[in-house]
């Protein structure tokens, strides 16, 4: 099974962007699925996470500039990013669990190529 993220792009300080992951064979129906990213030089960083009841929880200094969804036939997982700021600038990618929905990314059993994200000053 494949994860796919798609929506990055290059955009101005202040901007937003709306991410989206879908899964190539399954809908995230039964699963969590999280978000993180990884910038340049750096180890992975949590995001935001949604269970597949749509319980939701998000890294603090993302709260209220973050906003994690799915849509009604759980086949898209969409991340939608307000106020960017250069230190957002990163890959991001989503990860799924059928049994974990928490912050660390080994913990997820998959995880997908990432989409770029760049901020510009």
């Known amino acids: 099974v494949q994860l796919q993220a798609s929506g990055g792009g290059l955009v101005q300080a202040g901007g937003s962007l709306k991410l989206s992951c879908a899964a190539s064979?399954?809908?995230?129906?039964?699963?969590?699925v999280a978000w993180f990213r990884r910038a340049p030089g750096k180890e992975p960083e949590f995001v935001s996470a949604?269970?597949?009841?749509?319980?939701?929880f998000y890294t603090e200094s993302m709260k209220g500039r973050f906003d994690i969804s799915g849509d009604a036939a759980k086949k898209t997982v969409y991340l939608q990013m307000n106020g960017l700021k250069l230190e957002d600038t990163a890959d991001y990618f989503c990860?799924?669990?059928?049994?974990?929905?928490?912050?660390?990314?080994?913990?997820?059993?998959?995880w997908g190529q990432g989409t770029q994200v760049t901020v510009s000053s």
């Open positions: 990860a799924e669990s059928v049994t974990y929905f928490g912050t660390t990314l080994k913990r997820y059993t998959n």
């Open positions: 064979e399954h809908t995230f129906s039964r699963y969590n």
């Open positions: 949604i269970s597949w009841r749509g319980d939701t």
